[in-house]
């Protein structure tokens, strides 16, 4: 923000060299999801990410939501899709750049982006696109894409859930579980 110091472990490193992948791999329950991350995008955003897998934040958390044919959401730690915070401990603004690849791209089928209660409220929680919604408002900092286990997201998407935002839109029966969460850079 202007006019405050800049505390040097929160701020956002710079887009890793061409060629250098940085993805996120989620070992879940029901099997594991591959996510190539976009910092060149997204910088603040994947540094969350990143260090809250760094602390284990994400290990044993829940999707806690399934919304038949548009998202599955996971990264509350209380499992009810009110809670989560960021490494900064407090909500942190949005990052939605027309420039960028992938806000030109915008939400399609494996988009990996911040969950939010409205502007500038990211935190923890995050959403995979079930499919590409190409008129959906862009509210939500995209920071990766699944690159391998889409067919994992699909099984984490045909779940039995409780309906609790209309018929297709709850929490899981049976709980899809992020044993572990990683990064691994290329």
């Keep these: 923000m202007l006019g405050q110091a800049k505390d040097k472990s929160t701020t956002p490193q ?3 060299p061409a060629g250098t992948k940085e993805r996120a791999v989620i070992e879940t329950t029901m099997g594991t999801i591959e996510i190539e991350l976009y910092r060149g995008d997204a910088p603040k955003t994947v540094e969350n990410f990143v260090k809250l897998a760094a602390k284990k934040y994400f290990d044993g ?20 899709g009110s809670g989560g915070k960021s490494i ?16 030109k791209e915008g939400y399609k089928r494996g ?9 500038n409220t990211n935190t923890s929680q995050f959403f995979i696109m079930l499919r590409d919604i190409p008129n959906m408002p862009k509210n939500y900092s995209i920071f990766g894409k699944v690159v391998k286990g889409m067919d994992v997201v699909d099984k984490i ?17 049976t709980d899809v579980v ?9």
């Design 61 to 80: 958390v829940i999707f806690h939501r399934v919304s038949k044919g548009f998202v599955i959401q996971g990264g509350d730690p209380t499992g009810t």
């Design 157 to 173: 998407a045909d779940v039995e859930i409780t309906p609790q935002m209309g018929p297709t839109d709850g929490k899981p029966n």
């Design 111 to 119: 988009v990996v982006a911040m969950a939010n209660r409205g502007p």
């Design 178 to 186: 992020m044993k572990t969460v990683r990064i691994n850079r290329k």
């Design 88 to 103: 900064w401990g407090k909500d942190f603004e949005d990052e939605l750049n027309p420039t960028t690849p992938s806000y």
């Design 14 to 16: 710079k887009s890793k």
